[in-house]
């Protein structure tokens, strides 16, 4: 099995685990499969879950796409021809507004001078961060302690310098505040003198397994949780705030539209429903007010 197979079974073993966690969460729904195929090369497994008893609407999606490398990331690359970029990406939008948001994206890219010719470039990337609408510090705490035990083993360096790269990529201009209160991202993991490509891989796993058991504490504490329609309104601002940095920040959705994607899939990490009410501002002292000053770059291991 070369590489890449290797790397594309762990993906596909990956999705499996994830939406049979999720399901078993939920109690109620079940992801529908749409497989797809791209016209230029490749194609994926879109899953989906729809109203269900704790999740409104989430994808985990598998994709590997190749073929001539698109010019939008050429820049990117030494000077390659065509690539295969393989991954899973995840959002989910549950109902309980106590409920956070949760996204991950873990992706390999590989580049040739010749179509399907010996490898010139390869990364990985990838990352986890949480969206609340009420910010909880007992499930922040644990989130980014579960973030931190995903990195240490491989790099005591990775979790302080991925965490601050999520605080500053999960950042919406515009209204200077988080999406969320972060997690980890990381880009263009090249293997060279200090880390094997083996190391790297062995350290996206170890993201992608921590997934599952840490949304799942975190969804089991809160999903029973009373809310009012006060909290149902903040959690549709908050959703909106998702939206707006979906479509104007984030990198892989514009990837996606400028080299012709499957739109469904790309937007799969759209809220099902969300709101922008013109002029809104937390009351003082609210515990809207509360969370919406936690969405700023802060150490919650420290702090």
């Excluded at 879950?49 to 590997?64: D, L, M, P």
């Excluded at 010719?117 to 990337?125: K, L, T």
């Amino acid at each position: 099995m070369t590489e890449l197979e290797n790397i594309k079974a762990y993906f596909i073993q990956l999705q499996n685990n994830i939406c049979k966690a999720l399901e078993e969460v939920d109690g109620k729904a079940k992801f529908v499969s749409d497989e797809w195929v791209r016209a230029e090369g490749g194609g994926g497994d879109t899953r989906v879950i729809q109203n269900g008893a704790v999740f409104e609407k989430g994808g985990v999606n598998f994709s590997h796409v190749h073929g001539k490398l698109p010019a939008v990331i050429k820049s990117e690359t030494r000077n390659a021809n065509f690539f295969h970029a393989t991954g899973v990406s995840i959002v989910i939008h549950p109902i309980n507004p106590f409920v956070p948001i949760i996204h991950m994206n873990v992706r390999y890219f590989q580049m040739s001078d010749t179509e399907n010719g010996p490898v010139s470039d390869a990364w990985f990337g990838g990352g986890i961060d949480l969206t609340p609408a009420y910010v909880n510090a007992t499930d922040a705490v644990f989130f980014h302690q579960q973030m931190k035990n995903a990195c240490d083993p491989f790099d005591k360096e990775y979790h302080p310098k991925f965490k601050q790269w999520c605080d500053e990529y999960f950042y919406i201009q515009h209204r200077k505040e988080m999406r969320g209160i972060g997690g980890i991202f990381f880009d263009h993991l090249r293997a060279d003198e200090n880390k094997s490509a083996a190391e790297l891989f062995r350290f996206v796993q170890s993201v992608g397994n921590s997934f599952a058991s840490t949304y799942s504490e975190i969804v089991n504490r809160n999903k029973s949780r009373e809310y009012t329609s006060e909290h149902k309104q903040w959690q549709l601002i908050r959703r909106g705030r998702y939206a707006e940095f979906n479509l104007v920040y984030d990198r892989g959705t514009s990837f996606g539209l400028k080299t012709n994607g499957r739109i469904e899939s790309i937007l799969m990490s759209l809220p099902p429903e969300a709101n922008w009410v013109y002029g809104h501002h937390p009351e003082k002292g609210s515990e809207e007010e509360r969370s919406l000053a936690c969405f700023q770059p802060r150490d919650w291991l420290t702090n």
